[in-house]
């Protein structure tokens, strides 16, 4: 009996030890992943490092690329475009105007009422139509008789009741919001398609022509005042509401902006004359690149597998299209590399999976237990069961990936506003310091998703335009949040033109 005894006790031992060599062996393990976890982590954080320093420089490379752009066509990665709109409404604009905004798969049109006081729309309509698939591949002539119908219906509905105006022909702001090259007020050539559209006959052409051609055909007194793209409408709209307001922003699924510059200063125009002594640019800032922006291999890659390799850099780092696709990656890259989020889900290797308002509801997860992390990683990468240790992976990501974008456009934001004197620093060649600056209110009229529902992404872009400008500057600048600048703002800038030819 005592063998056995000896035997059991032995055995348990084996047992025991057998276990415990297990268990440190999975600790080991666990301890290891972590650590190329943390490592790809750490890679992260540091490529997308931006600290105030950093941002001054892109801020100092944005203003010289945009005095390039301005000096020559195909100076400057910014394309620094002339939208020849040098009036912005003033508030005493009276009267009714119309509005055809087309910047996709869907268009609207709007009819908006002015009572002759700043910010003083008495009444505004709406009708947003969807076009036809067959028609974003058929003619011009079919396109745009069936959007005249449609606006034909609109004003017809609209001013049933109401007595009608014989005299006055009826002024459409065109917001027209794919590349163009503009020659005038009301003219420019469709220079080619995007969004879905392949309608041959049009590129190369004058879209008001073809525009008014069918609004001819169908019988509508109306002529199209003006053609711009949405960022400028935006302006037109901050302008109206605020005298102070000097720069437009889009921060949304794509980005651009676009801002007051002295006429004097476009010299690629020389000669250029404006009643005003200014002209609204439009600088296409999607495109900016300088070397000083904190770069990663994922942007790299993103890049590289894009439809427009090398083009709109800036854009591929701030915008809501490609933020969530970012922070695909680089889960991507930790399951490669580590078991943490368990197998390795196929659908994380499909590109643009993971759209941004999902990261935005991630990041913005309050819940003890990070709920919403748990069902986005589980319903939209097929992540299941995974740790809280790990959900909180996901939203430091998620941080990183933001923080970096938001404090990027602030870069940009400042650049704009140092191009034209309004940093505190008196422009790029002023040679005093901000306390000798006295500074002005100045307004950047802001629109797009990413900015007005992602309240993180605001914050850290608040952050930044503080560190930049230093906290006595900073409090001049006001970031003002419009609705609809591509709509509203094209029948406010109808308005002011119609004004002017009045006066004149």
Do not use: D, E, N, Y
């Given at each position: 009996?005592?063998?056995?005894?000896?035997?059991?006790?032995?055995?348990?031992?084996?047992?025991?030890?057998?276990?415990?060599?297990?268990?440190?062996g999975r600790r080991v393990g666990s301890r290891r992943k972590w650590k190329r976890v943390v490592r790809v982590l750490k890679e992260l954080e540091e490529a997308c490092e931006t600290p105030v320093g950093r941002l001054r420089q892109v801020v100092d490379a944005m203003v010289v690329e945009m005095h390039a752009g301005l000096a020559s066509e195909g100076g400057s990665k910014l394309k620094m475009l002339l939208t020849f709109v040098d009036h912005l409404p003033t508030g005493s604009e009276i009267g009714t105007y119309y509005a055809l905004d087309l910047g996709g798969t869907n268009f609207r049109v709007l009819r908006i009422q002015l009572g002759g006081r700043r910010s003083s729309i008495l009444s505004q309509d709406v009708e947003r139509r969807p076009i036809p698939q067959h028609l974003m591949t058929s003619t011009s002539e079919d396109l745009f008789d069936f959007i005249a119908s449609t606006l034909k219906q609109f004003v017809e509905k609209e001013e049933s009741g109401s007595e009608p105006s014989p005299v006055r022909t009826r002024e459409l702001g065109f917001t027209f919001s794919f590349?163009?090259?503009?020659?005038?007020?009301?003219?420019?050539?469709?220079?080619?398609?995007?969004?879905?559209?392949a309608i041959e006959d049009m590129v190369g052409k004058e879209v008001v022509e073809l525009l008014e051609a069918a609004l001819v055909r169908s019988g509508l007194d109306m002529r199209a005042a003006l053609l711009v793209n949405d960022t400028v409408g935006t302006l037109a709209l901050g302008r109206y509401h605020d005298a102070d307001t000097v720069a437009a922003v889009i921060i949304g699924t794509g980005t651009n902006a676009c801002y007051l510059e002295r006429a004097d200063a476009i010299i690629k125009c020389q000669g250029l004359l404006t009643s005003s002594g200014y002209m609204v640019v439009n600088m296409e800032w999607g495109n900016f690149w300088s070397s000083h922006l904190p770069r990663t291999s994922y942007d790299i890659d993103l890049d590289s597998e894009s439809p427009n390799p090398n083009h709109q850099g800036f854009e591929k780092m701030i915008s809501g299209m490609y933020l969530g696709d970012i922070v695909r990656r680089v889960i991507l890259r930790i399951s490669l590399e580590s078991d943490i989020f368990g197998p390795v889900s196929s659908r994380l290797s499909i590109p643009f999976i993971l759209q941004t308002p999902l990261v935005a509801a991630m990041h913005e997860d309050d819940s003890p237990e990070l709920k919403e992390v748990a069902k986005i990683l589980k319903e939209t990468l097929g992540i299941s069961e995974v740790s809280l240790k790990v959900r909180k992976l996901a939203v430091r990501i998620c941080d990183v990936v933001t923080r970096r974008a938001a404090r990027l456009a602030a870069a940009g934001i400042v650049g704009i506003l140092k191009k034209i004197g309004r940093d505190g620093s008196g422009g790029i060649t002023g040679g005093r310091s901000k306390s000798d600056v006295k500074m002005r209110r100045t307004v950047v009229a802001i629109e797009g998703g990413l900015y007005t529902s992602y309240a993180i992404f605001r914050q850290h872009l608040h952050g930044a335009l503080s560190e930049i400008l230093g906290e006595d500057v900073a409090q001049h600048v006001v970031l003002q949040v419009t609705e609809d600048g591509s709509g509203i703002g094209g029948a406010l800038l109808a308005a002011s033109y119609s004004s002017i030819l009045q006066r004149g």
């Open positions: 009996m005592g063998k056995v005894a000896v035997g059991v006790a032995v055995g348990v031992a084996v047992v025991a030890c057998a276990v415990a060599g297990m268990v440190v590349p163009v090259k503009q020659s005038s007020l009301r003219s420019g050539i469709l220079m080619k398609w995007t969004k879905g559209f």
